[in-house]
């Protein structure tokens, strides 16, 4: 039985929806945890209606769904999943490798235990990557299981995006309805950065889906001041900070002021209860620091990113307060200003950030709606209770679009297009849910004036955006724009024209609000994407690939010139774009410089490389991939160097040493033996040693030094940190052993004699 129909506080009372409408939400009331009924007995849970047993009467429960929902409600949702997971399955294998940094290090993990737990780079662990390992375990046990190939690593990655959507339609359905929760499950499928990142091996689709959880979390508690939901909200914060670090508590402050506030129940057990949440986050995230913290050095891999040595200073320096400062020891670069409209390597900082350039393709598409909803749906509720439900809901997801919009448009320290999708489901919950409300408060002239406005305003800023690819589908700016303001028109007069027109002019609405944003995902899911730095769509004016603060900017700020396929360069200077297994079209299988067939790696129909590049030092990623010399992008593996480094591999702990870890991991995936990354992934952190390093070559450890001249390699390990270390070993090897080239590639034979 269906709850009364409940005009929003603050309104007055207008008609209950007809039957063809929208569903609202199912109201429900808030019974605090273990309140006690009428002489002393705890309320008993109701009991649910008998289903036939067997395996027939679940699959009719799991399609049925929910005895008081609507019967296409179920449905809906199931045919949302499938559809994500078809978007985000859809030729998986054509990024290959994807980022081999990452890779390298499933690898690794698929091989050693001990590179597993800590997250290193190569499966004899000289070094780690420089983030937690907890996104790594999901690919490295499908590794273990499946073999290494591209769907091993890449399907957990899409299944965690498909899991993405469901929790946050289970999220949003509670306090907004079935349609809400349809509405942002679609809004966060069809999201162009979420498509990007759910099909890659970053940590920012585990760190999506955990945020995820954990707001959904905190909402189950709000709902009777619930301890159990919250500690589970703790615990979802704590495995995301093993996912990304700091990153991982942006959501955290607005989320305790919403709890300690809105809670219903006395302030003093809702302080217990967040203490309780903090706990478990210490717990869930602090294990595995402190093992790290307290096992002995010399008994375990480097710690990449750090220049001690020590996670902990990783936490806070390069991976915490020196993304928001610009300060990051050991980076490739940074220094943004720190207000205003200040710029740095990792473009302009300010409040129009995520609007500019490309990074409005990426996220910005209905962020400008999420605003005005949100103001919106507060607006609604704001005479309501403070224990109100639905404007909680408000509060949560606001609070995070919030906080996260405010520190990505202002940090100063490394700052790519991908980490947007970070916002994308509180959008996406913000626009169903302020969507909803407003359209049950359609009789009232403010509210529809809101959602007309909102309506012409998306397909406005769609034209705007998709402006930008100037050649790319120039009909669907104009089409996009025609729809938002005939579904704008028809938001004013739905009322009184009758519910079919009015359910017309809301399809209208929700296809003319996704059509870019989905055009852009199908460009995405399209296309092949290497390297470290990704974007997803078409390339735009305006965009940058890389660090210079524009797209396809070499270090420093000089501009490259267009690739093929309108793709800019990543390391800029003008040659065709450089792309790991896929030069041309953004696909794998093509050398870029020449438009040459790469040489395959393991597990490519296409014929992809491990890393890509253009020889020594290549830089990588087909659309936005690195640049920097080969720091940002691995090197072209060609089948004389595999050959030569798999000759008597059981010999060595390591077959190779290279400068940065995308070069070790271009020669790591296509051998499938350990190779040293001398300096980590910047080639800046001090490891190994000199000292060690002339260690590990006298016990005839290493077999080869691969020389990085064709790209800013050593130079830039020495002169960016690590107190040389990097080019003080490729000044020691070029001094003491003889070079040879093989192919187009410079290597040194460590175990031959040394120079006189």
């Known amino acids: ?308 040595n020590s996670f902990l200073s990783l936490t806070f320096g390069y991976n915490g307060f020196g993304r928001i400062t610009g300060n990051e020891t050991g980076s490739v670069g940074g220094g943004g200003a720190g207000g205003g409209q200040g710029g740095g390597q990792w473009g302009a900082t300010g409040i129009t950030r995520l609007f500019d350039g490309d990074m409005g393709g990426q996220i910005a598409w209905l962020l400008p709606a999420a605003f005005v909803l949100l103001a919106a749906g507060l607006w609604l509720t704001r005479r309501a209770p403070r224990t109100d439900a639905r404007r909680a809901a408000f509060l949560v997801w606001g609070g995070s679009l919030l906080m996260t919009f405010g520190v990505f448009s202002f940090m100063s320290g490394i700052f790519h297009q991908y980490y947007n999708i970070a916002l994308a489901p509180y959008i996406a919950a913000l626009v169903g849910m302020g969507a909803t409300l407003l359209w049950e408060k359609r009789t009232h002239l403010a509210a529809a004036a809101t959602l007309a406005a909102t309506s012409a305003g998306t397909g406005y800023w769609a034209y705007v955006l998709l402006g930008r690819a100037t050649d790319w589908h120039p009909w669907l700016r ?103 297994g896929g030069g041309q079209n953004g696909r794998p299988g093509q050398q870029g410089q020449q438009g040459q067939p790469g040489q395959g790696a393991q597990g490519f129909p296409r014929g992809g490389t491990a890393g890509g590049g253009t020889g020594d030092g290549g830089t990588a990623g087909g659309r936005g991939g690195g640049g920097m010399g080969g720091l940002l992008g691995g090197a072209t593996v060609s089948s004389a160097m595999k050959t030569l480094l798999e000759q008597n591999a059981s010999d060595y702990t390591w077959v190779a040493a290279a400068i940065g870890s995308q070069n070790s991991a271009s020669y790591q995936l296509a051998t499938g033996d350990p190779v040293m990354a001398i ?17 590990y070559v006298a016990e005839g450890k290493i077999h080869y030094f691969i020389s990085s001249s064709g790209g800013m390699g050593g130079g830039m390990g020495g002169g960016m940190g690590g107190q040389g270390t990097s080019s003080a070993i490729t000044t020691w090897v070029t001094s003491a052993f003889t070079a040879k080239t093989v192919g187009s590639t410079t290597v040194y034979d460590l175990t031959s004699p040394a120079k006189s």
């Open 1 to 308: 039985m269906t709850a009364p129909y409940r005009t929003p506080a603050g309104l007055p009372a207008g008609p209950p929806p007809e039957p063809a409408d929208l569903p609202g939400p199912v109201t429900r009331t808030p019974v605090p945890e273990h309140a006690p009924q009428p002489g002393g007995h705890r309320a008993a849970a109701p009991s649910a209606p008998s289903a036939p047993s067997g395996p027939r009467g679940f699959a009719a429960r799991v399609w049925r769904g929910r005895a008081e929902d609507a019967r296409w409600v179920r449905p809906a949702f199931l045919a949302l999943l499938a559809v994500t997971a078809a978007l985000y399955l859809w030729d998986l294998s054509a990024s290959g490798y994807a980022n081999s940094f990452y890779s390298a290090a499933v690898q690794a993990g698929s091989e050693s235990w001990k590179a597993l737990f800590f997250g290193s780079s190569d499966a004899a662990n000289s070094i780690t990557v420089d983030k937690p390992p907890a996104s790594l375990w999901p690919m490295e046990i499908a590794v273990r299981i499946f073999g290494l190939n591209s769907w091993s690593i890449l399907v957990p990655e899409a299944l965690m995006g498909v899991a993405t959507v469901g929790v946050l339609y289970a999220a949003v359905r509670r306090r907004s309805g079935p349609a809400a929760g349809l509405i942002a499950g679609a809004v966060l499928a069809v999201t162009p950065v979420a498509a990007l990142m759910f099909r890659f091996n970053n940590p920012d689709a585990m760190l999506a889906l955990l945020m995820t959880a954990a707001a959904y979390c905190v909402l189950r508690a709000l709902e009777g001041a619930r301890t159990k939901w919250l500690v589970w909200s703790g615990v979802a914060f704590g495995l995301a900070f093993l996912t990304k670090t700091l990153q991982a508590f942006l959501i955290l402050p607005p989320l305790a002021v919403v709890y300690a506030v809105v809670a219903p129940t006395a302030f003093r057990r809702r302080v217990g209860q967040l203490a309780l949440a903090g706990l478990a986050l210490l717990v869930s995230g602090g294990w595995w620091v402190a093992i790290v913290e307290l096992w002995p050095a010399s008994s375990r891999p480097y710690i990449g990113g750090s220049q001690d």
């Open 478 to 580: 104009w089409t996009v724009l025609a729809g938002g303001l005939l579904a704008a028109a028809g938001l004013l007069l739905a009322v009184r024209l009758g519910r079919r027109f009015a359910a017309a002019v809301a399809g209208l609405g929700i296809a003319a609000a996704l059509a870019a944003p989905f055009a852009y995902t199908l460009n995405t899911v399209d296309t092949g994407h290497s390297g470290s730095i990704v974007t997803a769509g078409p390339a735009v004016q305006g965009g940058r690939g890389g660090p210079g603060g524009m797209r396809g900017g070499a270090p420093g700020g000089m501009p490259g010139q267009a690739g093929q396929n309108g793709q800019a360069l990543p390391g800029g200077g003008g040659q065709p774009p450089t792309v790991p």
């Open 679 to 695: 300096g980590g992934f910047n080639g800046s952190d001090p490891s190994p040693t000199l000292a060690r390093f002339k260690q």
